[in-house]
């Protein structure tokens, strides 16, 4: 019985998707859940898994191609296990031989360099695989066309893939398409630093009493959570909950000629991901203890990485918190994440001499800086807003009393 194998339904916010990888080939055997191919969309990679048991039929749409909710992208050939099994038939002694050589041959070369040696017509015999027990990989097979391409470049450049070029220098490029989430948050960015009035304003905070909390607390916190480890995310996160409370203009959100207040705190934490940046959401964090948000963060950090969030992770959220400081970032102007009206960047934790009642004393100081839509936001708001902030990590008691 042959079934269709289709995308899924996709969300009124994402039209089309883009196939990214097919993982089994026509002709393969497949098992109930296996995962087949990756559809990419503009905010998240989805997953299809086979529905049964079977043999790949037919690919309709190879990776690149765009389709849209629902649409066929293969065929599977189901077994509905009343099929018999058909025997191998028994080879020579020699042909045997042959093909299990062939096998093994073929398992000491990736399928990136596989590829590469197909394009290019290489003999997979001449080349020295530098992987693991003697395996050639993608670099063994470039680092082949460089050499080659020394004495006639042109010629190693017409034989080259399309997506890699040997300048006159025999030097190697690699051009390969922007990934649609990349694009995606590109095209924001840009719409984001064009179409607001985007101001930034900045402060700095003495981590000292948070650092001395987390150093206090951290082994007892971790006990009484089931092991979740107390950061200091999750203190930023519940200082911009009591800040957006106070100013709702940070909380609110643009809707064409409308300002909607929000009566909630949905709060974004921007992730890096291997297929890039990308924002969940924590949802009525004023309800949330420091650690469920960092329990959750934890968990949105682990999704990101392997490509496992969902679109309902990222929709929403009235207020974003970007953190370049665990790269190593100083300072830096966050930019808005529309139609949201503010963003704060938290920066490295720097050692500083500080002026302290008339002392010099070494402190451990971070850069704050709260990018806003000044259209909406006044500037003495937002700097009352981050100086909330501030005063909210240095004493963290006020996070308790309210105050």
């Known amino acids: 019985m042959t079934i269709e194998i289709k995308a899924p339904t996709l969300p009124e916010s994402v039209p089309d998707g883009t196939i990214a990888n097919w993982y089994k080939n026509v002709g393969d055997t497949v098992v109930r859940d296996e995962l087949l191919v990756d559809i990419e969309t503009d905010k998240v990679v989805i997953e299809v898994v086979s529905p049964t048991d079977g043999t790949l039929k037919e690919i309709l749409m190879d990776a690149g191609a765009t389709i849209v909710s629902n649409q066929a992208i293969g065929s599977l050939l189901a077994n509905d296990g009343k099929q018999p099994v058909i025997a191998a038939k028994a080879e020579p002694e020699v042909e045997a031989k ?6 093994e041959a073929e398992a000491m070369i990736s399928p990136a360099a596989k590829k590469l040696i197909e394009e290019n017509n290489l003999d997979a015999a001449s080349i020295a695989g530098s992987g693991k027990g003697g395996r050639i990989t993608k670099e063994d097979i470039l680092k082949k066309l460089e050499a080659s391409s020394a004495p006639k470049s042109a010629a ?14 025999g030097r190697l490029e690699e051009r390969v398409p922007m990934s649609r989430l990349r694009s995606k948050v590109a095209e924001r960015l840009l719409h984001a630093s064009q179409s ?11 981590m000292k009493p948070v650092m001395d909390i987390r150093n206090r607390y951290k082994e007892e916190f971790e006990k009484a959570h089931d092991g979740t480890r107390l950061g200091f995310m999750s203190f930023f996160v519940r200082a911009c909950t009591e800040a957006l409370k106070r100013y709702p203009a940070v909380n609110a959100s643009l809707d064409e000629n409308d300002v909607v207040y929000h009566g909630y705190q949905d709060i974004g934490v921007a992730v890096s991901s291997p297929r890039g940046l990308v924002v969940p959401v924590l949802r009525n964090v004023d309800s949330m203890g420091l650690a469920q948000v960092e329990n959750e963060i934890r968990q949105f950090g682990v999704k ?3 490509g496992k969030l969902a679109i309902e992770d990222m929709l929403g959220g009235t207020f974003t918190i970007s953190n370049g400081g665990v790269f ?4 830096s ?3 808005l994440n529309p139609p949201q009206t503010a963003i704060l960047g938290m920066h490295k934790i720097q050692e500083r001499p500080m002026a302290v009642s008339g002392e010099v004393v070494v402190l451990p100081m971070m850069y704050l800086a709260l990018s806003y839509d000044h259209r909406m936001i006044d500037g003495k708001e937002a700097v009352q807003f981050l100086v909330t902030v501030k005063d909210l990590l240095e004493d963290p008691t006020r996070l308790l009393l309210e105050i």
């Open 98 to 103: 042959a093909e299990a050589a062939t096998n």
């Open 156 to 169: 190693s450049t017409a034989t080259a893939p399309a997506n890699i070029a040997i300048s006159e220098e």
């Open 196 to 206: 607001t009035a985007m101001l930034t304003t900045f402060n700095e905070v003495n």
């Open 304 to 306: 990101a990485r392997d």
């Open 328 to 331: 190593g970032s100083l300072l």
């Open 333 to 335: 102007t966050p930019i």
